[in-house]
């Protein structure tokens, strides 16, 4: 009996890591962004993050007309794998690579062939309530640096 209930319990401590939820899971709310330290004014947008398995889901979601509208969708594994971005309407618009970079750490690269490459980081606050989205890129030669800011509803 007793080599029986240790035996459990190893499975368990095995188990129950690769099983817990990513910090990034959870519907996220944009409060604020900036682009080169600039506030810049955007339309509300949500992020929808689930995970399937070893997947992450996101559904990137802006009101109109008091109605959530769903505008770009990817599904992808941590560790670098690449995956397509989808538009609303399906479309492959580009493509994403996320990987863990430590604790509540995530780095990301996108791609899409109508833009300059991007490369960039969320950081999930300690207390699990604040998502910062930190991104890089050029933008007509000149240095593009966005701040997002998300609220966890």
């Given at each position: 009996?007793?080599?029986?209930?240790?035996?459990?319990?190893?499975?368990?401590a095995?188990?129950?890591?690769?099983?817990?939820?990513?910090?990034?899971?959870?519907t996220?709310?944009?409060?604020?962004?900036?682009?080169?330290?600039?506030?810049?004014?955007?339309?509300?947008?949500?992020?929808?993050?689930?995970?399937?398995?070893?997947?992450?889901?996101?559904?990137?979601?802006?009101?109109?007309?008091?109605?959530?509208?769903?505008?770009?969708?990817?599904?992808?594994?941590?560790?670098?794998?690449?995956?397509?971005?989808?538009?609303?309407?399906?479309?492959?618009?580009?493509?994403?690579?996320m990987a863990?970079?430590?604790?509540?750490q995530?780095?990301?690269?996108?791609?899409?062939?109508?833009?300059?490459?991007?490369?960039?980081?969320?950081?999930?606050?300690?207390?699990?309530?604040?998502?910062?989205?930190?991104?890089?890129?050029?933008?007509?030669?000149?240095?593009?640096?966005?701040?997002?800011?998300?609220?966890?509803?």
């Amino acid at each position: 009996m007793r080599t029986l209930l240790l035996t459990a319990l190893v499975l368990q401590a095995a188990v129950l890591p690769s099983l817990a939820a990513e910090p990034l899971v959870g519907t996220w709310r944009l409060e604020r962004q900036e682009v080169n330290g600039e506030k810049i004014d955007s339309a509300p947008l949500s992020m929808e993050v689930s995970q399937q398995g070893s997947k992450l889901a996101f559904a990137f979601s802006v009101l109109v007309n008091n109605a959530n509208v769903l505008s770009m969708t990817y599904e992808l594994e941590l560790g670098g794998k690449e995956a397509d971005v989808k538009d609303a309407h399906g479309e492959t618009v580009g493509t994403i690579e996320m990987a863990s970079a430590g604790e509540s750490q995530y780095r990301l690269s996108i791609k899409r062939p109508d833009r300059r490459d991007s490369a960039g980081k969320l950081s999930i606050s300690k207390d699990g309530k604040t998502l910062t989205s930190e991104a890089d890129t050029l933008h007509a030669g000149k240095p593009l640096h966005t701040v997002q800011i998300f609220s966890r509803q």
